[in-house]
């Protein structure tokens, strides 16, 4: 790979740069190392949280600056982040995820500077999300969203239908759409497709799990099949789905969070991975299950039609019969038709969703914004 980026110095700020991060922080990752094999230098800037040194190992490639909350952790209010972002003397910022502190330092940086700023919602315009917690959302906005969205050099959407949401919300039509990039594919096992299905996570009300444990009460399953839930989540959202498992029989268990060769090895074991979703941006879990070759049991919301189109994924409701019906037909499939699906998932992983890919496109992403504001920096020391 090239090294287009090379001597440029690429802020990426978020909440969490750690597994509270869920899949922002799984893009957040494999974005800073794009920038580094591009050439760039990346900066990580994020709010401390409990797993921040712990989970730090993994942006290993980017300079890390952390900053201490005042106040709510889910405002985000850290006073020292604008001037974090201000000494670094970054050529582009690119804010991951909207509705915290992060997009209000990030605005007033770009502000002070006028340099290239990109923003990627991650799906957080979702009209789902958007509905829940209006009067707060409301705030965001007129306390400093709506100056995000405006000083923004180019907003980013992981889809043509976020594109959509994101025009929505911000009255902007010239959205950058780019997909998150998978892990780097693995050869997958030679095995059978076995009887267990896997969800990983975060436990939240979005994701839709307690329809899903229902629909796999309901399903007509082969004897010896599992439903593996492992994630982390809020603790009345894990409470909640504990106590509707616990009306179970048994075959469906939730084993908390899962990171790194435990999370390979339990994908690795998967007939399918799940994800019934209400709202996603462009969901991690699904590249991951297709880098492994694992095909995917998924909803329209999770934003992937190629999964469909392709083979990859199977297409599931939102209520639990019509869950329990896209798991009976996923066990009922004759092994030759899920290795094909196996194929196609693992196709999809190598070609559109490959690191290689989008990096390329990132790399005239960034050039073409940093270009931009550079070309009107001079034209205003002109005038």
């Known amino acids: 790979m090239t090294a287009p980026l090379r001597g440029l110095r690429i802020g990426l700020v978020t909440a969490s740069a750690s597994r509270l991060g869920g899949g922002v922080f799984e893009a957040v990752v494999a974005q800073h190392r794009m920038i580094a094999a591009l050439g760039g230098e990346p900066h990580v800037f994020a709010l401390r949280d409990p797993y921040s040194a712990e989970d730090g190992t993994r942006l290993d490639r980017a300079h890390r600056h952390l900053f201490e909350i005042k106040g709510p952790r889910q405002v985000g209010f850290a006073p020292s982040l604008l001037r974090g972002l201000l000494a670094a003397d970054l050529d582009c910022l690119h804010l991951h995820g909207v509705w915290m502190y992060p997009s209000a330092a990030a605005a007033a940086w770009a502000g002070r500077t006028g340099k290239a ?3 990627s919602p991650h799906g957080m315009l979702d009209p789902w999300i958007t509905a829940r917690g209006r009067w707060k959302k409301a705030l965001a906005r007129l306390g400093y969203e709506r100056l995000s969205w ?13 594109a959509d949401d994101v025009a929505r919300e911000t009255g902007r039509r010239d959205s950058l759409v780019i997909p998150n990039a998978g892990p780097a594919t693995r050869r997958p096992e030679s095995r059978s497709p076995g009887s267990t299905v896997v969800y990983i996570g975060r436990i939240h009300p979005k994701k839709n ?14 004897g010896g ?11 009345d959202h894990v409470a909640a789905l504990r106590g509707v498992l616990a009306s179970t029989d048994g075959s469906a268990q939730f084993i908390g969070p899962v990171y ?7 994908i690795a074991t998967a007939r399918f991975v ?5 709202s996603e941006g462009l969901p991690m ?9 694992v095909p995917t049991i998924m909803t329209a919301e999770c934003n992937l039609p190629e999964g469909f189109g392709d083979g990859a994924a199977l297409e599931t409701g939102y209520i639990p019969a019509d869950i329990a019906l896209c798991l009976e037909r996923g066990f009922a499939l004759p092994e030759p038709d899920w290795r094909a699906m196996s194929i196609a998932a693992s196709g999809l992983a190598a070609g559109r969703f490959s690191e290689e890919t989008v990096a390329s496109e990132w790399a005239e992403a960034y050039l073409q914004v940093i270009g931009s504001t550079s070309r009107e920096a001079v034209c205003d020391d002109a005038a």
């Open 117 to 119: 700023y990109v923003v």
């Open 260 to 266: 790194g060769r435990e999370k390979e090895r339990l």
């Open 150 to 162: 405006l000083r923004a050099s180019r907003l980013h959407a992981l889809t043509r239908r976020e």
């Open 285 to 293: 879990a699904m590249l991951e299950a297709w880098a492994a070759g």
């Open 225 to 235: 099949a599992r439903l593996v839930i492992a994630g982390w989540g809020e603790d």
């Open 209 to 222: 799990l307690a329809a899903l444990v229902k629909g796999w009460a309901l399903a007509r399953r082969p």
């Open 274 to 278: 799940v994800l019934p979703s209400h």
